[in-house]
């Protein structure tokens, strides 16, 4: 049976897209993959330089995609993003020994804040079967 890595914490951070990490996406580059990430929901070129800023911290990021006026066929092409956004992110030759080091671990983003699209929520009103796909386009990245 395949060991799990439930948690992007500690030694494991660097799959999270919280890490700092240079992120190119459509010609430009993100202090993270999470600001990247954000960029992608909006056309708006103006908005998209904001995540760019190297003091757009993350989590401001996530906060501010929130609030964009999301791109016609973002539901559509969101999965495609954030395929591209960890490419990028992983072509670090350094990261992606890390990843490569996970071997066949399956690969868990486990979380308590109600995720249960990109990951697994945990917590006490969560039943802990999300769909995790970032951990699965981890996992795929990692096969390549």
Not at 40 to 55: L, Q, V, Y
Not at 91 to 113: C, F, H, K, M, Y
Request: overall charge negative.
């Amino acid at each position: 049976m395949s060991r799990v890595i439930d948690d992007f914490f500690d030694d494991y951070y660097f799959l999270s897209n919280f890490y700092s990490a240079p992120t190119e996406f459509e010609g430009v580059v993100y202090p993270t993959s999470e600001n990247a990430y954000q960029a992608a929901k909006t056309t708006h070129i103006r908005s998209r330089k904001t995540f760019a800023d190297p003091e757009c911290t993350p989590a401001w990021a996530k906060r501010l995609g929130r609030s964009l006026d999301l791109r016609p066929d973002w539901e559509e092409v969101k999965e495609q993003v954030m395929r591209d956004c960890l490419k990028s992110k992983f072509s670090d030759p350094a990261l992606r020994a890390l990843l490569q080091a996970t071997g066949d671990a399956v690969l868990i983003e486990g979380n308590t804040w109600h995720d249960n699209i990109w990951g697994v929520c945990t917590c006490h009103r969560c039943p802990g079967n999300g769909q995790n796909l970032l951990g699965q386009l981890l996992e795929e990245l990692r096969g390549q």
